[in-house]
């Protein structure tokens, strides 16, 4: 059954650092998704992404944040300086066009901003 | 804006006990609904759905009905087995297409003891 992936599954790194975290959807869908979920809080939408651009972003996507799919198969997120407050776990998500729009998550990165 | 409440965590039973997690939300238009189950390690996973009031989702024994009137979604099984031991989240979306994005609850913990 085609899954989500995303690598890796903790990220450790130090205040002010970029990181990337990676995400490989299911190959046939056309919407993409970021949303992430700071430890006992709710998970909370990042991002969308379609047709090789932003659909929509929260208040949270700041300039800090970028998205990318650099090829067919990868969608990225990006953090240029990290923050303390960015700690939490990432979810990648993608969907085909449906009318109610499934979305299939995957196991998520673990971020920890040192 | 959209929003979901689920009634506080964890919850603990005994195996083929009885489960009500309960959810309601406030949302913009006819919003469609879901429920999410995080098993330990693993990604977020459609547990069942309902697009439009009245519409009952079921899934593995799990049940919920859409409650316009009540504006809630309360998730229901009868007999819950060890394998059940999940984080569940209650979603909604009010739109189709690149701009769904999910809205999260803040997702119960159930452990279920032999």
């Known amino acids: 059954e085609p899954e989500v992936t995303q690598t890796p599954s903790h990220q450790v790194t130090q205040m002010g650092q970029e990181v990337i975290l990676r995400c490989v959807p299911i190959?046939?869908?056309?919407?993409f998704y970021w949303y992430r979920q700071i430890l006992g809080q709710k998970v909370e939408f990042l991002v969308s992404f379609y047709n090789n651009e932003i659909s929509e972003k929260s208040e949270i996507f700041d300039d800090q944040f970028s998205v990318e799919r650099p090829d067919g198969s990868n969608f990225t997120l990006k953090i240029r300086s990290t923050k303390l407050e960015d700690s939490a776990m990432y979810f990648c998500a993608s969907s085909e066009l449906t009318s109610y729009n499934e979305q299939f998550f995957g196991p998520g990165t673990r971020l920890t901003v040192l | 804006g959209n929003s979901v409440t689920q009634m506080e965590g964890p919850v603990t039973l005994s195996e083929e006990a009885f489960l009500t997690i309960n959810c309601t939300y406030t949302a913009t238009g006819y919003p469609s609904l879901f429920w999410y189950v995080q098993y330990p390690g693993e990604g977020l996973q459609l547990l069942l759905k309902?697009?439009?009031?009245?519409d009952k989702g079921s899934n593995k024994g799990f049940e919920a009905t859409y409650r316009k009137e009540t504006t809630s979604f309360h998730l229901e099984k009868g007999s819950v087995q060890v394998s059940d031991s999940a984080v569940y989240f209650c979603a909604l979306t009010s739109a189709t297409g690149a701009n769904s994005k999910l809205t999260f609850g803040k997702g119960i913990t159930l452990s279920v003891r032999p």
């Open positions: 309902a697009t439009k009031a009245d």
């Open positions: 190959s046939n869908h056309l919407y």
